[in-house]
């Protein structure tokens, strides 16, 4: 069993920043991509960016140069970094990782922006 705990969720204005936590804990052997998606009211759930095990990066163009994924495969944890934040970044926030053929989800975080 694998389990992800995110947190760094949270109310904040236009224009301000967040950074948003994933663990993993559990059954870990060799995590593959690690990745942050959202889901905003009415929407379907959307990739933000995700990490690969050597580091690559991929992001969403909605959120390119604003927000900044990383890993610390110490302590089996992703980041997401995001600044410059906008009103239509407000979502629930899931975490996921791939392991062996697995893939795993957080049970989300929501982020609010106030305009």
């Known amino acids: 069993q694998v389990q992800l705990v995110e947190s760094g969720g949270g109310l904040v204005q236009a224009g301000g920043s967040l950074r948003l936590s994933c663990a993993a804990s559990g059954s870990i052997f060799s995590i593959g991509f690690m990745g942050w998606y959202r889901q905003a009211p009415g929407k379907q759930r959307e990739l933000v960016a995700a990490?690969?095990?050597?580091?690559?990066?991929n992001y969403a163009d909605s959120v390119k140069g604003r927000f900044t994924i990383s890993r610390d495969n110490a302590k089996n944890t992703v980041y997401l970094q995001m600044n410059s934040l906008k009103h239509e970044d407000t979502a629930v926030y899931y975490c996921?990782?791939?392991?062996?053929?697995?893939?795993?989800w957080g049970q989300g975080t929501q982020v609010t922006v106030s305009s």
């Open positions: 990490i690969s095990n050597n580091d690559r990066t």
């Open positions: 996921n990782m791939a392991q062996r053929g697995n893939v795993y």
